[in-house]
């Protein structure tokens, strides 16, 4: 791992590098190299979910304070979610700093948008541990709060699912369903494939690392496939 090129992205440098780079392992590179020195990120991972949900539940707060506990909600839940941290992620240039065992490489789909997600998680709580609130409050701000018009403009705050129930009972009179078609991966890193059907009709599939995000996943790729955006 080049740690001087990804500080130099993340624009921040680390007192204890192995923080930084412990936040890339991912648990399937100890799998296929188990004398690796590191431990794997999900405990990085762990802690930077809360400091990422509350740095975004401050900016929030200070920013919107006309806007009510129910809708600042959402509009955190757009900003932390695993389809907005990945693309962050992404944009930023993390996929290359990724330790991952061959075949999670080769994914370049779904799967590896959730590990990317948490990837990002890992960072932050990496950041926070090694130079504290303010600086992951920083970093944050910087790379995901932009992101925030985006959540506005396109009213990613809205919930798929949500969205895509009240669209088909209005248009076609149907409540869609859910059903799990797949389910794959240890116990650790399952993976789901729901289905959202209207009717009899299989509308689109989604897939993620929980029964609830695969139903999100699907309603969002309904939604497209219809054009009820």
Same mark, same amino acid.
């Given at each position: 791992m080049d740690r001087t090129r990804l500080e130099t992205i993340i624009g921040i440098s680390f007192q204890n590098p192995d923080l930084l780079e412990q936040a890339f392992v991912h648990r399937s590179y100890l799998n296929e190299n188990p004398g690796f020195r590191l431990p794997h990120n999900e405990r990085l991972e762990f802690l930077g979910d809360a400091v990422l949900e509350l740095v975004i539940t401050e900016i929030l707060y200070e920013r919107f304070p006309e806007k009510p506990e129910g809708e600042l909600t959402s509009l955190r839940a757009a900003l932390v979610n695993a389809n907005m941290l990945a693309a962050v992620g992404q944009e930023i240039g993390l996929n290359e700093f990724l330790l991952l065992s061959r075949g999670e490489a080769k994914d370049t789909g779904r799967a590896r948008q959730y590990i990317l997600a948490n990837t990002f998680e890992a960072l932050v709580g990496a950041i926070y541990l090694d130079q504290g609130y303010s600086a992951a409050h920083g970093f944050v701000t910087r790379v995901l709060v932009p992101r925030l018009a985006q959540v506005l403009d396109e009213k990613l705050y809205r919930d798929p699912k949500s969205l895509f129930q009240e669209a088909a009972q209005?248009? $076609? @009179?149907?409540?869609?369903?859910? *059903?799990?078609?797949? &389910?794959?991966?240890?116990?650790?890193?399952?993976?789901?494939? $729901? @289905?959202?059907?209207l009717?009899? *009709?299989?509308?689109? &599939?989604?897939e993620g690392p929980s029964k609830q995000a695969a139903e999100v996943e699907a309603a969002r790729r309904a939604i497209l496939a219809r054009g009820w955006g």
């Open positions: 209005e248009r $076609v @009179g149907i409540t869609p369903s859910y *059903e799990v078609l797949r &389910e794959s991966g240890p116990d650790h890193d399952k993976k789901f494939v $729901v @289905g959202v059907c009717g009899r *009709e299989l509308v689109s &599939e989604g």
